[in-house]
């Protein structure tokens, strides 16, 4: 059913109607500020279509996959030595040790998968557990989308379903808040540098949250104070509650472990999510640890099952022996010989940066880059085949219909269930929207009329 709908959207453009349709996405982008820094959040003129089915099988095989990461944290946080797995910095293990107030360690993520629609294999790639982007963009985006002629002679033969997102942020700060011990309406500060590329993001959450009888306010790390036991921007405002977009890292280099906002959380004067607790499941070990042999026994036997279906082969790089496909291999001999098949990632970072393909790369750079990654904390990873699907766009005028890979990123609340979707789409197999040449679109579900 989903190839006879993308026809029949297909069917419906023409150089004319392709046109109006561009126009009328740029002019809503203009509108409501969707952009990455300076680039347009989406260049395509067609929404990311997915079945109930399909839907549905992501989050079912979503459960389980954050049940066997749930265990890990609590493993991690009992076990000192388990914990090394993970590659944790001094300064990172001293904040591991404050109390959020709440259970959740990243009660908002985004697990990044590639999902083949006609197989129905899922492969996970990065769990985004510590500031998870798109949600609010994912919204207007839909928004924008359905406000099209296009998708509405597209529903007169299918159902559209959107998926939103933003609703669910404001019930996770709330619950973490009341769990916390916080009473009445917070007043909620969205941080992050003033500088960054999604401060049109936070303009549209700030909006939200207002909308529903809440202060909300965008402020810079730089911008607050600590003072009489209570955080407050330079203007003033007490804060109750911090939505935290900045990355702990950046926190960290900026102010260091007394940051104002890092003795306000330990202080238990202001609610925080996702808490310092999130930056385990962050490290891209993380995935490692899951897929590890040697760490099977924490998991029962339906997380087994699907940690061996979803998670790609992962291991920790460094001079050892492990397994793989049930053989014994030498682990830095054996992705030398084999660099067509492996990807390296470091421990932390984001954007596709530091990020080494060795199917893209000659033999004597594998080589470099094995040897410079393995004097840091580094993961290597399985390759995986990427999907593609055409998406239908305007070049010089003209319409253009190719092929392009695309992500299945499904939104996770509460390290629990799935609900919404981010989708992305790039003609370079990274596949990152921060690292260039990528279009974000809205995802929908849809349904034949009968």
């Not at 009489?228 to 926190?251: A, C, H, M, P």
Request: glycine share 6%; proline share 6%; net charge negative.
């Amino acid at each position: 059913m989903l190839r006879e709908a993308v026809d029949y959207y297909h069917s419906l453009l023409t150089d004319e109607t392709a046109g109006q349709t561009q126009a009328l996405i740029n002019e809503q982008m203009h509108r409501q500020g969707l952009y990455f820094g300076t680039r347009p959040l989406t260049s395509v003129l067609r929404p990311r279509f997915f079945t109930r089915e399909q839907y549905r099988l992501v989050s079912r095989e979503m459960r389980p996959i954050l049940s066997a990461f749930r265990k890990v944290h609590e493993a991690a946080l009992a076990d000192a030595e388990f914990r090394t797995q993970f590659h944790l910095t001094e300064w990172e293990e001293e904040l591991l040790q404050i109390d959020p107030g709440f259970r959740d360690p990243s009660p908002t993520a985004r697990m990044d998968t590639f999902f083949l629609p006609d197989t129905g294999e899922m492969y996970l790639t990065e769990y985004n557990a510590e500031t998870p982007a798109a949600p609010a963009y994912n919204d207007a985006l839909s928004q924008a989308f359905m406000g099209l002629p296009l998708m509405h002679a597209f529903e007169k033969k299918y159902e559209i379903l959107p998926l939103p997102a933003q609703h669910n942020m404001l019930h996770v700060i709330l619950e973490a808040y009341r769990e916390w011990g916080g009473q009445g309406r917070p007043t909620i500060a969205i941080l992050d540098w003033r500088e960054v590329p999604t401060y049109s993001e936070f303009v549209l959450f700030q909006n939200y949250f207002t909308s529903h009888g809440y202060h909300c306010i965008i402020t810079d790390p730089r911008q607050v104070e600590y003072r009489n036991g209570k955080l407050w921007t330079d203007t003033g405002v007490q804060i109750d509650f911090i939505y935290k977009r900045v990355l702990i890292s950046e926190l960290y280099a900026q102010g260091g472990i007394n940051h104002p906002v890092i003795r306000a959380v330990r202080d238990h004067a202001v609610c925080m999510v996702n808490p310092f607790r999130c930056k385990m499941l962050y490290k891209k070990a993380s995935l490692a640890v899951l897929s590890d042999d040697m760490n099977a026994h924490l998991f029962n036997a339906n997380e087994l099952k699907t940690i061996q279906a979803h998670i790609p082969w992962t291991r920790l790089l460094s001079e050892r022996h492990t397994t793989y496909e049930g053989a014994t291999v030498d682990l830095l001999p054996f992705l030398r010989d084999n660099k067509d098949q492996f990807v390296l990632k470091p421990n932390d970072d984001y954007g596709g940066r530091g990020i080494v393909l060795g199917w893209t790369v000659a033999q004597g750079d594998w080589q470099h880059a094995l040897e410079v990654a393995v004097k840091n904390p580094t993961i290597v990873q399985k390759r995986i085949p990427l999907p593609s699907e055409p998406y239908p766009g305007l070049v010089d005028g003209k319409l253009q219909i190719y092929d392009r890979l695309f992500d299945t990123a499904p939104f996770i609340w509460h390290g629990d269930f799935v609900s919404s979707c981010l989708t992305r789409l790039s003609t370079d197999p990274l596949l990152n929207v921060t690292a260039g040449g990528g279009s974000t679109v809205p995802t929908f579900i849809i349904e034949e009329r009968g």
